[in-house]
């Protein structure tokens, strides 16, 4: 649980160093690059199932959204965003979640679920005003338009998980959202030629630390804790994010915006509660392999 939360955190700050040598659709391009080459070998030894072609679009829609738009969009915020800012803002996600759970697949997350959407976003307003200037709003409205993202791609993802694995979501889906991107592959190229090592490594690290070697952990932690525990993971994310940003990029928030992230965490620790009609335990939108009913479904940052 721990590694996973540290594989997941350090994407922030590995972001911000990245974005020193590349442009955000570039650094999107070679990460995902990295996660397919990582995982084709995985798809030639059949660890990796063949795609269907009735869930295809399905599955083009989880990686467009999930992996295109979700890294173009925090990318470019984080231009003008601290990672850790950038990680308190990301952790709205579970809530969006929840509101597209409602509109689409008519689940009812009930009172809890109400009140979490409303305090999370009550957060992230105050993460936004602590914010200051217009440059850093837009940037931070571009993260929480990432979050949304994401979101969509949980609820896209979630039939997908009942036939496939977390490993095939993430390589199908990682291939689907490399497409549109492919046009901006030269500029990648040319950057790459630029970048110092520390900009390599950092793309490198998204890659393999913050996709393939998260998803590894990650699937650890299901096979052996129950969802209820699992999903602590989520909420560790950004207290490791802050930790990371502050240790090797020296950036720490303001108290306003530490603030709004510890209200943007409750709001989503209770948008998790599920009250069943034996009043069931909770349980919160995240998973990486074929879920049963009472895990959580699939993320990654």
Known sequence: MAATAVLWGSAFPAIRMALEGYAPESIAVLRLVTAVALLLPCLLTGRISRLRRGDALRMAGFGLTGMTAYQLLLYAGERHVEGGTAAMLVATSPVFATALGMLVLRERPGPWGIAGLLVALGGALLVALAGGSGGTRSG?????????????????????????????CIF????????????FAPAAVTQAAAAG????????????????????????????????????????????????DALLLGSVP????????????????????????????????????????????????
């Open 254 to 301: 303001s108290p306003m915006a530490g603030l709004g992230g510890l209200v943007v965490l409750a709001g989503v620790g209770l948008a998790a509660i599920r009250r069943g009609p034996s009043g069931g335990r909770s349980r919160t939108v995240a998973s990486s392999r074929p879920a049963r009913h009472d895990e959580p479904v699939g993320t990654r940052h």
């Open 197 to 244: 090592w520390q900009q390599h490594a950092a793309v490198l690290w998204l890659g393999l630390g913050c996709t393939v070697l998260a998803f590894c952990t990650w699937s650890r932690v299901l096979q052996a804790a129950t969802a209820s525990v699992s999903s602590l993971v989520l909420y560790a994310v950004p207290v490791a994010a802050l930790a990371l």
């Open 140 to 168: 931070m409205a571009m993260i929480v338009l990432a979050a949304a993202a994401q979101a969509t791609s949980f609820v896209l993802q979630k039939p997908l998980l009942q036939r496939y694995s977390g490993m095939d």
């Open 172 to 183: 199908y889906g990682s291939l689907f959202g490399l497409l549109p991107l492919l046009f």
